[in-house]
Structures are given as structure tokens and as C-alpha cells.
């Protein structure tokens, strides 16, 4: 297949494009969510990880990032966006190879050596990729279709992953019963399964049209690369927003999977069983939030959705009383359909603000810089939050009201600060201070919606949605798979009629 960029892109390829991109879309996500989160913390924690090693696991993609600017180099220098993604992603992707071959060859701690390892050399070369495919999609999906094509590629992705984690959930915890000798055997087999489709994507990736990069994009020097975005007031603002709201997230997300199954003593189909419903949530508003950012604002988006991020970070910390108890669960269950809620409005808002507020042919160097801060925030804070998580291991802070009398005397306990509540406290406390950052970001000349107006808008949406499932129609389109995309990724393009023959345009797939 030739990766060559094309001078200008006709109607049908652009479409042929976007549904090149949710397929690759797709298969990414299969091969991320056997490969990652839950199931990669456990394997950590499986060959005896600590807090520390969990924090520096979960800071090494972020800090590889870093090779963002090095990264833009190439691609100016090469000029390929296309083949740049494919080839590194290829790389990338072969390292969960040996990964998967750790209980064989490596148990232990070894394997953890080897871990990070492989991790490290897989976000190197990802990093690389990344760089590459992020310019390349904002060239080709037509900017008053940002947040609707976002939001369908991530809900599709998501309605897969949230089947994929149920299914790989059970089949670790059925696989440690049976061969409890040989438990960890099985995230092997997950991590294969994931390369497997990890290698699908990179076909779809190579099918995927690209159009010429800027001529000035590409004579851009290493000092602009630094100076253009933050000379630029606004996109300063964004950037700060940004480093600081991954700072806060990432300072106790990557723990939440050891606080679940070390902390609270939870099994991983709980553990999955939970995420898979904070997914669900993600796959019900992500069309709401994306059809809200095209008709309202980005801005006005994460001003609703941040906070209430916020509030379910807050709501970690009252999950222990200050041991587990008959709440914890129901608690549990509201936390996560409150984080799917607003991590489907926060991801697609901070990942299109700096899309929109990047000018146009200047899109590789502002949205490298951007990359850069949020990669140097999400590194350091797991790192600091290993380090936290430990310290605050034998400390506490508790408030207790008490009553006496001469009848009867009482204590009621409101407050107990222990290990792990700290770091969630502490994380609400920098995204309070995020929020703030973004009030002073401007991404219409006209002003953006208030944040009451937006939750309004959401209300509506979401009794318009309420509605539109009570048919037996709405909800068979809420879960109908796209099979009939996916099956026709595996075969070739048929041939288009040529121009002019027929002017009728086909609608879009995707």
C-alpha cells in the first residue's frame, strides 16, 4: 500500500477517511483495554508491585511524551504524517510481545525490570506516532464536525471496550480458580488477544488518505516550536488548564484500581464490573456532549464537566468510615456512573479545545507544545502520588463530634482521613484550581455559553435521549454494533463510479 500524502482530498475520500479512522478507532481500543488499566495493574501487582512501582508504571507513557519536539522534527523533515504513524505505531505495538511472555521468562521481579521496560519502548515509539496522527486527523476530519465525529468514534470505542473488559474480567477470575498455580498465566493471554488487535488497527491505519502538510508547517524551527504557542495568549491559557487538569486527574486515577483491590479487598470482576458501568455512562453522553460542543462551546462543556469530575474524586474518600461498610458499594456504584458521566464531556472538551485553538498550518507545533505540558504533568503526578500514597500510609486526620449529658453521651464521627484519602483530597484541591485556570480561556470571539445555560442544554439533551429510547427503535440504535463497519474494514474499497457519471454522493458510514 503506497503512504503517500495527496495535494487535496475529494469528498468521498475524506468520508472514506473518517471511517477508516473509527475502525482504527475500534481496534486501538480493544487492544487498550485488554492490555491496560485494570488488567495491567493487576499483572503489576500479580509480581509483587508497590505503590511506587504502580506510580512510575502509570508516569512512563506520559514522560515519554516528552519526545514530542524531536518528534515534530521528523515529521517536518519526512513530511509523511502517514507513514510516520504506521511504522512507529508497528514498532510500538510489538513490544507487548515480550510482556505477555513475563510469566514464562521472567517472574517476579524480574518481570516488573522487564515491564517497565517494554512499557518504556512502547511509549517511546507511541509517542512518535502520536505526534505524527494528531496534526494528520486535524487536516482531515472538517472542523464543524469535530465533536460529533469525536464523540461517535469514542462511544463505538467505548461500547466495545466495555464488552471486552466484562468478558476479559470474568475470564481472569474463572482462569485463577481453576489453575490458581498459574493465575497470571492468563493476563498473558489477554495481553496476546490485545496485540492481535493492535496489528488490525495498523491496517486500518495505513487505509486512512492524508492530506499534504502546509508548506509553512514544515519550515517551522526548533525555537518557534517553543515561542509561537506561548507567545500566543489564549492557547497559553489553554495549556495551563490543560497541564494542570492532567495533574490533578493523574494524580489518582492510576491508584484507583489498587485502592479497589488492596484497600477495599475487591475481586477484578468487581473491579471490571465497575468500570465497565463507568464506560456505559461514557457511551450514553458522549453523542450528548458532542452534539452540546458543536452548538454551544468546548469551554462551556468543561465547565460542567470538570467540577463534577471533581465531585466524584471528592466522593473516594468517603467510601471507608474508616474501614469498609454497607455504603462503600452503592457509593462505589454512584462515583463511577458520575466519573462516566463527565469524563465523556471532559476528555472530548480538553481534547478539541486545543484542536480548534490551534491556526490553521501551525497545527504540528502548538499542538506538540500542548502534548508537552500535559505529558510533563501526567508524568510527574503518578510519580508524587506513589510518593504520597506511602507517606500518608500511617498517618490519619479524623473529626469527631461528641455529646454529653446526663442522660446519655454519644461520639459521631464526620470526618476520617486516612492513607489514600489524602491523595484523592488533594487531587480535588488541584482541579478546583484548574477550573479556575479555565475561566480566563476565550474560544469564541463572541463569548461561550454560562454554565447554567449549559446544564441546561444537557438536561434537555438528556430528556430528548430518555425519550427517544422508550421506542423499541431507540434503544436497538443505542446498542446495535457497527458489525457491518468492522466486517467491511477487512476487505478492500470497492470501486467508486467515476465523476460524473452519477453526481449522487453516498452517506457517510461512519
Not at 472542523?143 to 469525536?150: A, W
Not at 485553538?357 to 506538540?368: D, S, V
Amino acid at each position: 500500500m503506497r503512504l503517500t500524502p495527496k495535494d487535496s482530498l475529494q469528498e468521498h475520500e475524506i468520508e472514506r477517511g473518517l471511517r477508516a479512522v473509527i475502525r482504527d478507532g475500534l481496534a486501538s481500543q480493544a487492544m487498550a483495554t485488554l492490555t491496560g488499566g485494570a488488567f495491567l495493574v493487576a499483572f503489576a501487582l500479580k509480581l509483587g508491585a508497590s505503590n511506587a512501582v504502580v506510580g512510575v508504571l502509570a508516569a512512563i507513557p506520559p514522560l515519554a511524551q516528552l519526545l514530542q519536539l524531536p518528534s515534530v522534527r521528523l515529521v517536518q523533515w519526512w513530511g509523511n504524517r502517514r507513514r510516520i504513524t504506521v511504522y512507529f505505531s508497528l514498532i510500538s505495538r510489538l513490544f507487548w510481545l515480550p510482556i505477555a511472555l513475563i510469566p514464562w521468562f521472567a517472574p517476579g521481579r524480574q518481570g516488573l525490570v522487564l515491564l517497565a521496560g517494554a512499557l518504556g519502548l512502547h511509549a517511546i515509539f507511541t509517542a512518535v506516532s502520536n505526534c505524527a496522527w494528531t496534526p494528520w486527523i486535524h487536516d482531515l476530519v472538517p472542523h464543524d464536525r469535530l465533536g460529533s465525529f469525536f464523540s461517535k468514534r469514542m462511544s463505538w470505542s467505548m461500547g466495545l471496550g466495555l464488552s471486552l473488559s466484562l468478558g476479559a474480567g470474568v475470564f481472569v477470575d474463572q482462569w485463577g480458580s481453576r489453575l490458581p498455580q498459574h493465575e497470571i498465566w492468563g493476563y498473558s493471554i489477554l495481553f496476546a488477544v490485545g496485540l492481535v488487535a493492535g496489528m488490525l488497527g495498523i491496517r486500518f491505519l495505513a487505509s486512512t488518505p492524508e492530506p499534504r502538510m502546509h508548506p509553512h508547517e514544515r519550515e517551522i524551527g526548533w525555537l518557534d516550536l517553543l515561542r509561537r504557542p506561548f507567545r500566543d495568549r489564549n492557547f497559553r491559557r489553554v495549556v495551563l488548564f490543560l497541564g494542570s487538569w492532567s495533574f490533578s486527574i493523574n494524580l489518582a486515577a492510576p491508584f484507583f484500581t489498587v485502592y479497589l483491590l488492596r484497600e477495599l479487598a475487591f475481586d477484578l470482576t468487581t473491579v471490571v464490573g465497575l468500570s465497565a458501568l463507568s464506560q456505559m455512562a461514557n457511551i450514553l453522553f458522549f453523542r450528548i456532549w458532542g452534539e452540546l460542543s458543536d452548538r454551544l462551546s468546548n469551554k462551556s462543556i468543561l465547565a460542567v464537566s470538570g467540577p463534577l469530575l471533581l465531585v466524584s474524586i471528592l466522593g473516594w474518600t468517603f467510601t471507608t468510615l474508616p474501614g469498609r461498610y454497607f455504603l462503600t458499594l452503592p457509593l462505589l456504584i454512584l462515583i463511577h456512573i458520575l466519573m462516566g458521566v463527565s469524563l465523556a464531556g471532559v476528555a472530548l472538551g480538553s481534547s478539541n479545545i486545543s484542536l480548534k485553538l490551534a491556526p490553521k498550518g501551525q497545527a504540528t507545533a502548538y499542538l506538540a507544545t500542548s502534548n508537552l505540558v500535559n505529558s510533563v504533568s501526567a508524568g510527574i503526578a503518578p510519580l508524587l502520588g506513589g510518593f504520597l500514597a506511602d507517606f500518608f500510609a500511617r498517618r490519619e486526620l479524623s473529626w469527631t463530634l461528641s455529646w454529653s449529658g446526663p442522660s446519655a453521651d454519644f461520639k459521631l464521627q464526620t470526618l476520617n482521613f486516612q492513607h489514600w484519602d489524602f491523595l484523592f483530597f488533594i487531587a480535588f484541591l488541584v482541579g478546583l484550581y484548574s477550573i479556575h485556570c479555565l475561566a480566563y480561556v476565550r474560544e469564541r470571539e463572541r463569548g461561550e455559553a454560562s454554565e447554567k445555560e449549559t446544564a441546561q442544554a444537557l438536561i434537555l439533551e438528556v430528556r430528548r435521549s430518555i425519550r427517544s429510547l422508550a421506542t423499541f427503535g431507540g434503544f436497538r440504535a443505542l446498542v446495535q454494533f457497527p458489525y457491518a463497519l468492522a466486517r467491511r474494514g477487512l476487505k478492500p474499497e470497492p470501486a467508486r463510479r467515476r465523476e460524473g457519471k452519477s453526481s449522487e454522493k453516498r452517506p457517510p458510514e461512519a
